[in-house]
């Protein structure tokens, strides 16, 4: 079984809808994070969280949120979405010193 | 300018060849740089990290780090078909108490049978 599992796997919606993405792990890492993915811009950071208390935003956090339900599930919330959040989401957990651990990703298509 | 640099490709080479893939960065800074494989329709995965300047080598793979010259490579020996794939660069570097990463926006290789 795959250790960090996103859900689902490709989505498409309209603008303005809500959706959420959701994340969760079994490697018992405390920090987990949200990127996305876009060509020519790599991976940019959207939120982070050490534990359930603790959330972050990161570089591109506007027009997202999230939610650290417990220590293996991160969810990704995008409230009203836009075309230009068409992308491809990775979670993402941290294990020792710099070894992240990424999901499989969410492919979403926003018309 | 970017902080980090990284031709997006692709490269295609023949089956056996030695592959060079690198990154230039500007932040004198990053103390950590990491090199991942990400396949088509997957998640990165980590290949190879290191924290010094030098090389470090797992199997066919070799990371150098020039931090001197802000440069950092991965090279491929012997390289396969199923090396095919996006190969991202990383950096991370201590901010407010916390390690923030950059990523390069990867290299698409291609290794021709």
């Known amino acids: 079984d795959a250790d960090v599992t996103q859900t689902p796997r490709n989505r498409i919606t309209k603008t303005g809808k809500r959706i959420m993405l959701e994340c969760s792990q079994t490697?018992?890492?405390?920090?987990m994070y949200w990127y996305r993915q876009d060509p020519g811009l790599g991976l940019r950071l959207i939120y982070y969280s050490f534990d359930v208390k603790d959330i972050n935003k990161g570089e591109i956090s506007d027009g997202y949120s999230v939610s650290r339900q417990a220590q293996a599930k991160f969810s990704l919330s995008l409230e009203s979405a836009i075309p230009n959040q068409t992308a491809l989401y990775f979670c993402?957990?941290?294990?020792?010193?710099?070894?992240?651990?990424f999901g499989p990703g969410t492919r979403l298509l926003v018309l | 300018q970017k902080e980090v640099e990284q031709d997006p490709g692709p490269l295609s080479v023949p089956e056996g060849a030695i592959v060079s893939l690198n990154c230039t960065y500007s932040n004198s800074a990053f103390q950590y740089f990491m090199w991942y494989r990400q396949y088509s329709r997957k998640g990165p995965e980590l290949l190879m990290y290191t924290y010094s300047s030098g090389n470090k080598e797992d199997g066919r793979f070799t990371a150098q780090v020039d931090k001197s010259s802000k440069y950092i490579s991965l090279f491929i020996r012997d390289s396969q078909p199923s090396d095919s794939a996006t190969y991202l660069c990383a950096m991370s570097v201590l901010t407010s108490g916390t390690y923030k990463y950059i990523f390069g926006t990867g290299t698409r290789l291609k290794v021709l049978a």
């Open positions: 993402a957990t941290r294990g020792r010193q710099e070894t992240q651990y």
């Open positions: 490697k018992g890492h405390d920090r």
